[in-house]
């Protein structure tokens, strides 16, 4: 599903390259729960971001079910992240001005689902994560581990065939971590989502089926 | 998809009440103000568009230069109609109008009182064929045919006999002795008319026009029309006619002067004549004897300008507060990235914000033009209201605002949905909003820059008029009443005078028509020997006046002597201002003769059909006209004219004087309308442009300064948020109020003062260009800059204040515990 080849990304200070990540190379089969682990600093979510194509790496090639992610434009992406890829932050990123209902709407909108499939595929997912109570609420009603059951929820809804999640759990306590974790292995086993999540616990990644180690820009075989 | 932009977009328009308010409230006021010059503008472009035969319809007009006078006339000789129509075939009808003022009206019969009518004319019996105007009763071809014949508008047959039916073959007494038989009754004519009557009398058997010369160029006394037959090439046409006039001219030398025209036109003087367009009087003719006060082209695009720019800054403000704050959207815009979101859509959401912003204020906007729309109409002197009714009105608007919502939500738009996901989804959400200062500075300036201008416009124009106000002009203007339908008394007027003066309050009278101010007016030809020569002629006025004038005006000799009524051969004294005395070349005017001729008009000039005058004084030159006018060659003689009296009196008791000015003449001639004004009014009046101008400009500076502020204040709003851990650092580390203060406050006033910079030369060029329409004006000085410049910065620094202050006052430890 994914391919990176000698995937090089730095940061110009100046006349000062800094590398975040070099001649990382990874292939990613559909169905796989990878985790990425590293130090602070050792470019994770730079990583990930290459993989969402929010960054584009400096140089190297990316290959995303088998094209050439380098030549995608803005329109192109957006498809992508209405038919593949789902979203979930450490800092969950919901829209404030928002409702939960209307925040796990948004995507089906732009998806242009049509508006009675919108209500039944949300109430599934309101159902489904014992949020059915909050929907007329605004994100900043919840608790931080409400409001990521939330984020993933609308990672979810587009039925994507990609979660990429950037310490989901991170801001949470080890009991919303766990549920959150187990959603993440149910969803990967029962309906074969690829599922990549940058985490620092050990605990967490054994939820997946196979770790990448990143340190000083390398990936650790 | 639009449903949901509206609902978001009506969501964060609540959440943010300041900014939502500043934005609604800032559009609305430029919307507001856009309407209202827009109406006006609508109206002043509409003259004489209910006149279907207008394109087809000239009036001839000219431009003469003799006797060392230049003047542009609206009107003609009465033998140049019917000679155009004689020798232009083109030509389908033509029809003159004399304009004789205003007349004293009533019902013929016993106990009926005089009303004065203002508008009046004397017209020919073409009138309604060249005019199409609606004939209610009578025939319209016919009614004015007859010698004692008259037309009146509806709203006179009303006023008079209660309806058009009752008024027909009902007969009208004008000035106490001319019976008039109404043959017809018309429909009021549009106020938007270049010219308005309600009463039209025959011209048949008129004795000016029987007495008038043959000549071209001469008795320039009716507004001539030609009405030109379909299809006729107006360009060509006005060629040919022009043509024409010249032939007629070079007759007129020849036959009256006694020289050719080329021989007249060496010494530098000539008459010009040519054809207007019914339809650009209004807005492009400002000639001598126009039927009513025109409007001006250049206001028109001045206050198209202004409608704009006070639009656009209010759009400025929806750009800037849109941006500023883009930082605290860029997350919600980074997110809806990552969901799938394109920047089409999201420019999408954000121009339904601000069309509905905009659709918001175009609501508020019409509450208060029409809040605003008595005391509008009394500032621009017209009848305007918002056309409710009009589907064009709300089509106009609603595509008004759309445009206005495009225009203000484009540049945020555009910006907003450019921003970079992945910059927000990695935490940096200050970083977009921030990068931008620059344009929004452009922004600022921009609108300051207008401001100072409009500011610095609204000082020029007061002074103006502070210095027409202020100005010595040769007579004295305060403490006069003049009483105006003096000759309606007759002969009476005399002893009414006499009798008058008994009140000790009163200090001096005078009978006459021609007063330094709007009033009767005659020219007449002087000549320095008892011959025509090309160059032994001065075109001056010449006033008749008895020999208190000069008393009860409070006007100076330069040298000589007032009249005497002591004296007798003063009946062929003459007295000149100084203007003359300068265009007759005399160095002691004193004892000198001029000559004016009275010769049967056509024959050539015979040496005693000259009447000699002796220069007995010389009047220290006084603005007889307005101050845009240099003061022309101006003569007094004595001679009755009982147009007005005038009375100088002590300036006290005002209301006191009145009334026993008013017993004396109820006594004398209970059936007349009693009417009085005073001359500094009269004078003030004829500034009645500037004034409004002056206040006009003040109203759309406030206007304009408002606006820019509230959007200053937004910004300095937004800063003060953006910086507020800034702020709490700095006072932790010992910063005291004031520094923070102007710590915030600087960066704005830096843009203040470029504004200044750049508005400061744009207003000398432009109000240099209005004032260069005053022959006597202001200079204009580096102290008026100075008072635009304090002016904007202070309210710039008390706008940006309220912000700073309050946010170097917050106690550090909130704003940083917040992180
Ligand atoms: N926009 C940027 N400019 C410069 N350096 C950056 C930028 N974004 C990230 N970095 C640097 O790249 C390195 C890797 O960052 P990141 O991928 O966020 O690490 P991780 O997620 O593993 O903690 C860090 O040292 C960070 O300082
Ligand atoms: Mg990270």
């Not at chain 1, 600093?41 to 088998?66: H, Q």
Request: charged share 20%; hydrophobic share 45%; proline share 4%.
């Amino acid at each position: 599903m994914i391919e990176l080849k000698d995937i090089e990304r730095y940061f110009q200070t100046g006349s000062l390259k800094t590398y975040v990540l070099r001649y990382v190379t990874a292939k990613i089969l559909e169905g796989e729960f990878v985790s990425i682990m590293g130090p602070s600093g050792a470019g994770k979510s730079t990583l990930l971001n290459i993989i969402g194509m929010l960054e584009e790496p400096t140089a190297g090639e990316y290959w995303f079910l088998g094209e050439g992610v380098h030549k995608f434009n803005e329109r192109r992406r957006a498809e992508m992240y209405r038919e593949y890829i789902g979203f979930v932050f450490q800092a969950y990123h919901l829209i404030d001005d928002l409702t939960v209902y209307e925040n796990l709407e948004a995507p089906l909108i732009y998806k242009k689902v049509p508006s009675a499939e919108r209500k039944s595929r949300i109430a599934d997912l309101l159902d489904r994560f014992n949020i059915v109570a909050k929907k007329d609420l605004f994100p900043n009603q919840l608790s931080g581990g409400q409001q990521q059951l939330v984020g993933i929820a609308r990672a979810l809804i587009g039925r994507p065939k990609l979660i990429l999640a950037d310490e989901p759990t991170g801001n949470l306590q080890s009991q919303q971590a766990e549920e959150i974790m187990s959603i993440f292995q149910q969803l990967n086993k029962e309906e074969g989502v690829t599922i990549i999540q940058v985490t620092h616990s050990e605990e967490n990644a054994g939820y997946g089926n196979r770790i990448l180690n990143l340190k000083d820009g390398k990936i650790d075989a | 998809m639009l449903l949901n932009y509206i609902t978001i977009a009506i969501r964060n328009l609540r959440k943010h009440p300041l900014y939502s308010g500043l934005n609604i409230v800032g559009l609305a006021l430029g919307i507001a103000a856009c309407l209202l010059i827009f109406l006006y503008l609508a109206y002043e472009t509409s003259y004489d568009n209910w006149n279907d035969r207008a394109d087809r319809t000239v009036r001839v007009a000219s431009d003469i230069n003799y006797g060392g006078s230049q003047m542009g006339f609206a009107v003609a000789g009465a033998v140049i109609g019917p000679d155009c129509g004689r020798e232009l075939p083109e030509v389908q009808s033509w029809c003159r109008f004399r304009n004789r003022g205003s007349y004293l009206v009533r019902r013929e019969g016993e106990l009926q009182s005089n009303i004065r009518e203002e508008d009046v004319l004397t017209v020919d019996s073409s009138f309604f064929e060249v005019f199409p105007v609606k004939v209610l009763q009578g025939d319209p071809l016919h009614c004015l045919t007859q010698p004692n014949s008259i037309a009146i508008s509806r709203s006179r047959a009303e006023k008079f006999f209660s309806s058009p039916q009752l008024a027909m073959g009902q007969t009208l007494m004008l000035e106490n002795e001319d019976r008039r038989l109404i043959t017809a009754v018309f429909e009021d004519m549009p106020q938007n008319t270049h010219f308005r009557a309600d009463l039209l009398l025959s011209l048949v058997n008129d004795q000016e026009v029987q007495e008038s010369p043959p000549f071209w160029g001469m008795n320039n006394n009716f507004q001539t029309y030609l009405l030109l037959r379909k299809g006729t090439d107006k360009v060509a046409f006005s060629k040919k006619f022009e043509q024409l006039a010249r032939q007629k001219i070079a007759i007129t030398a020849q036959q009256v002067m006694g020289f050719s025209l080329e021989e007249f036109e060496k010494t530098g003087q000539y008459a010009h004549f040519y054809l207007q367009n019914i339809p650009d009087i209004h807005l492009h003719s400002d000639l001598t004897a126009e039927l009513a006060v025109n409007g001006n082209i250049r206001y028109v695009w001045v206050f198209s300008a202004i409608a704009l720019f006070i639009l656009l800054i209010a759009c400025i403000n929806f750009m800037n507060l849109a941006t500023a704050r883009s930082s605290m959207r860029a997350r919600e815009i980074g997110v809806r990235k990552v969901l799938g979101g394109t920047r089409t859509g999201l420019m999408g959401q954000f121009l339904t914000e601000s069309i509905l912003v905009s659709a918001l204020s175009v609501g508020l906007a019409l509450l208060l033009a029409t809040m605003v729309m008595a005391p509008y109409n009394e500032l621009t002197g017209r009848d305007l209201s918002i056309p409710w009714a009009q589907p064009l009105f709300w089509l106009t608007l609603a595509g008004g605002a759309g445009l206005v919502g495009l225009l203000a939500g484009s540049y945020p738009a555009f910006f907003l949905s450019a921003f970079n996901a992945v910059q927000v989804v990695k935490g940096d959400p200050s970083g977009p909003g921030r990068k931008k200062v620059g344009f929004r500075s452009v922004l600022v300036v921009f609108q300051f820059s207008i401001s100072v201008v409009l500011i610095l416009a609204t000082i020029l124009v007061f002074k103006q008029l502070h210095y027409i106000q202020t100005k010595s002009l040769g007579f004295q203007k305060s403490q006069v009443i003049i009483l105006d339908d003096a000759y309606a008394l007759g002969d009476r007027i005399y002893a009414f005078k006499n009798e008058i003066l008994q009140n000790p309050a009163i200090e001096s009278a005078t009978v006459s028509g021609y007063l330094p101010v709007p009033s009767s007016r005659s020219d007449m030809n002087f000549f320095t020997s008892r011959v025509i020569e090309v160059d032994n002629t001065v075109d001056m006025q010449r006033w008749r006046v008895d020999s208190d004038y000069f008393k009860t005006m409070g006007m100076d000799l330069q040298s000589g002597r007032f009249f005497d009524p002591a004296i007798r051969t003063d009946s062929s004294a003459v007295i000149i201002n100084e203007a003359a005395a300068k265009l007759f070349g005399f160095d002691d005017p004193l004892g000198k003769k001029i000559y004016t001729l009275d010769n049967t008009p056509g024959s050539t000039p015979k040496p005693e059909d000259f009447k000699e005058l002796e220069v007995i004084g010389v009047v220290r030159n006084f603005h007889w006209e307005s101050l845009r006018s240099n003061i022309g060659p101006l003569c007094f003689q004595l001679g009755r004219s009982r147009g007005l009296a005038s009375f100088r009196y002590t300036g006290k008791d005002t209301e006191a004087v009145i009334a026993s000015l008013e017993k004396e003449w109820k006594s004398l001639a209970p059936d007349q309308p009693f009417s009085f004004r005073f001359l500094d009014d009269a004078f003030n009046r004829m500034y009645r442009a500037e004034q409004r101008i002056g206040t006009l400009a003040g109203l759309f500076a406030l206007l304009s300064v408002i606006i820019s502020c509230l959007g200053l204040f937004g910004l300095s709003a937004f800063t003060a948020e953006q910086r507020t851990k800034e702020i709490g650092i700095r006072k932790v580390l010992g910063a005291s109020v004031l520094g923070i203060t102007s710590l915030l406050t600087k960066d704005f006033l830096k843009l203040v003062v470029i504004a200044i910079l750049i508005a400061s030369p744009l207003s000398y060029y432009l109000m240099g260009d209005w004032l260069s329409d005053f022959a006597y004006r202001i200079d204009i000085q580096w102290w008026m800059f100075a008072t635009a410049a304090v002016i904007a910065v202070i309210i710039a620094i008390v706008t940006v204040s309220l912000q700073s202050i309050k946010a170097a006052l917050a106690n550090p430890v909130k704003s940083l515990r917040n992180e």
